[in-house]
């Protein structure tokens, strides 16, 4: 299994800043794409931003030009830095890896435990 360590969520006001992090760990897995989804209840989960072991950053339209994710190779960790979060930012937001297996070679996607982001005056 893969480890997370998430940080970072909280309640702001519109119009403010947060910064979450998320440490992903594993002595069993090369470790691939990282990334954010996050979920409102009722709803499916949905790619928020994603940092690709190699390559552009993707984002959902909805987030583009105020949030931005950063990772840290060697640290297996990933940023996400949201700016100018409006009310509709409100979510639980989950860490994403996608690992392969040193064994076996095999591709998998894990998610972390989720970590509550609240916009709300």
């Known amino acids: 299994q893969v480890q997370f360590v998430e940080s970072g969520g909280g309640l702001v006001q519109p119009g403010g800043s947060l910064r979450l992090s998320c440490a992903a760990s594993g002595s069993a897995f090369y470790f691939y794409d990282m990334g954010w989804y996050r979920q409102t209840p009722g709803n499916q989960r949905d790619l928020v931003a994603l940092a690709p072991n190699a390559g552009n950053s993707n984002y959902a339209d909805s987030v583009k030009g105020r949030f931005t994710i950063s990772r840290d190779n060697f640290k297996n960790t990933v940023y996400l830095q949201m700016d100018s979060l409006k009310p509709e930012d409100t979510a639980v937001y989950y860490c994403?890896?996608?690992?392969?297996?040193?064994?076996?070679?095999?591709?998998?996607?894990?998610w972390g435990q989720g970590t509550q982001v609240t916009v709300s005056s």
């Open positions: 994403y890896v996608k690992v392969r297996r040193r064994a076996s070679g095999i591709f998998q996607d894990y």
